[in-house]
């Protein structure tokens, strides 16, 4: 099929420093954007997915110190676990950047020219707090206790010239944005950025080359560093093409996906960086919130950073995925435990999931070799399907992935009801059409929960599409209508899908 306009779709991750390994924050995140990929890409639209590495800054020159290595060599080696978490979460993004990449440094100064071309970049002189760790100004006003607002660490005294970003010229124009689009999501985080912005000054967006060393030069003034988040931001704009025109089809981004704790450089510095650059703003910007452990935010003082390969490597990665969009709204925090992911296993995932999709086909395989035939238009009381596929449709739209997963479990517990309450293995006794019928309906509505269930459950989905026969639902290389999900066939070939989640040992 041919793509117009309107059915590209740019999904992006943040880049994550390459300081330390990854967690589960990360994992959710990425997960996320993948979820939200795989959904449009059942639906036809041309989809670019970018994730990858922030590998400049003194995070990085830091980390790389202690270990004895250089920044370069610390960014060769961690970018590659990254890489290899999204490989095993079946994460499919289409570019992997990293802000070492020849291509993007470049990106990086001809906006930085853009910007100063606008006018919109000075030189002057900065006094105040500044936090090491966030690499970041903070002002007078946001400071407690000598502390940061972001990371609670402390903040010390620093003087020193900077390149500033005039942030006054702009003000305006992004506060009637954010005001009258949907720009920044969930909604309750609106005036969370708008009080922000009207707190905001003009931005320091340099860093003396004596104390960041590791990062992009000051064009035609080398004694000066790129502030690291100009140069991470860019990184958007860079995956796809950025400063051609020609291979920037895909810009603006649909969506930004982020932690909460990075929203004021996503929704309030880089749309007015693009501003001053003359560029469209992107459409969202959507914050979710942190995992937590009981209650506290994970952090390597604690001994508390849960690793998602460990959990994989117990769970499996469907497992994994499916619980951070059961366990909480997306948007808000959440409590991570292990006896949480545990209970979301063996209730719902092997015992109502799995269960029903493999009694289901051992039925069918054992009574009617498998080949099960229309009897008559599936017919169901008590239910709307076509509605309950919309909802979910609008949902997975809103990136409310956690109402969206909700929908597919109502149609699971529909299903399960179902097939108990019309008892196929009774009626076949007496009646082996009616027991045939009872079973294709069954297939019907595993049809349309394979085809819900896919951006979530990849692996699984694609399983149970293969042991009905039904390959095609759980392709996103294949478009696929309402209509086609929603629709009928004359038969459907079964066989054992086999235990799809095994009791986990201990």
């Not at 650059?277 to 937590?292: D, S």
Request: contains cysteine; charged residues 25%.
């Amino acid at each position: 099929m041919s793509y117009q306009n309107n059915m590209k779709f740019y999904v992006t991750t943040p880049i994550y420093y390459v300081n330390d390994k990854p967690h589960i924050g990360h994992a959710y995140t990425t997960v996320a954007a993948d979820i939200i990929a795989k959904f449009k890409r059942q639906l036809g639209y041309k989809v670019f997915f970018l994730t990858g590495t922030d590998e400049h800054g003194r995070k990085i020159e830091k980390a790389a110190e202690e270990r004895g290595i250089s920044p370069k060599e610390l960014a060769d080696e961690m970018h590659l676990v990254f890489k290899k978490l999204w490989q095993t979460l079946n994460i499919s993004y289409n570019k992997f950047i990293r802000t070492t990449d020849k291509e993007h440094e470049e990106a990086v100064i001809y906006f930085w020219k853009k910007m100063k071309e606008s006018g919109a970049i000075y030189k002057g002189k900065y006094v105040g707090w500044y936090c090491v760790p966030c690499e970041s100004f903070i002002p007078s006003s946001q400071v407690e206790d000598v502390k940061c607002p972001t990371c609670g660490r402390p903040v010390e005294i620093l003087e020193e010239e900077s390149y500033f970003f005039s942030v006054g010229k702009y003000k305006q124009k992004l506060k009637e944005y954010i005001e009258n689009s949907g720009f920044v999501k969930p909604d309750f985080r609106k005036r969370e950025v708008l009080n922000a912005l009207e707190d905001l000054g003009d931005i320091s967006i340099t860093r003396s080359r004596e104390r960041v060393k590791w990062g992009i030069p000051v064009p035609d003034d080398e004694r000066f560093t790129i502030y690291v988040w100009v140069d991470a931001l860019i990184n958007y704009l860079s995956g796809v093409g950025y400063p051609s025109p020609e291979v920037m089809d895909f810009w603006p981004a649909d969506i930004h996906l982020i932690g909460k704790d990075i929203l004021k450089f996503h929704a309030i510095y880089w749309p007015m960086f693009l501003m001053s650059a003359g560029l469209e703003l992107p459409k969202m910007v959507f914050a979710h919130g942190w995992w937590k452990i009981k209650g506290e935010k994970m952090s390597k003082s604690l001994k508390n950073i849960v690793d998602p390969f460990e959990i994989v490597s117990v769970f499996g990665a469907d497992a994994l995925r499916y619980f951070m969009f059961r366990e909480t709204p997306f948007g808000q925090d959440g409590d991570f435990s292990e006896e949480g992911l545990r209970a979301r296993y063996e209730n719902e995932l092997a015992k109502d999931i799995g269960n029903l999709f493999l009694r289901l086909s051992r039925f069918a395989e054992s009574n009617f070799s498998g080949k099960v035939r229309k009897i008559s238009p599936p017919s169901f009381d008590g239910i709307d399907i076509e509605s309950l596929f919309l909802s979910w449709k609008s949902s997975m739209e809103n990136v409310d992935l956690f109402k969206a997963l909700g929908e597919i479990f109502n149609l699971v517990s529909y299903a399960n009801r179902y097939i108990d309450q019309n008892a196929p293995w009774s009626k076949i006794k007496i009646n082996r059409e009616e027991a045939e019928k009872i079973i294709f309906n069954c297939a019907y509505l595993v049809k349309v929960i394979v085809f819900m269930l896919y951006p979530f459950c990849p692996e699984t989905s694609k399983k149970v599409a293969q042991s009905f026969g039904i390959e095609w639902i759980a392709d996103e290389s294949k478009p696929k209508t309402k209509e086609d999900v929603l629709n009928h066939s004359d038969f459907f070939n079964i066989k054992s899908t086999g235990i799809l989640f095994p009791k986990i040992g201990g």
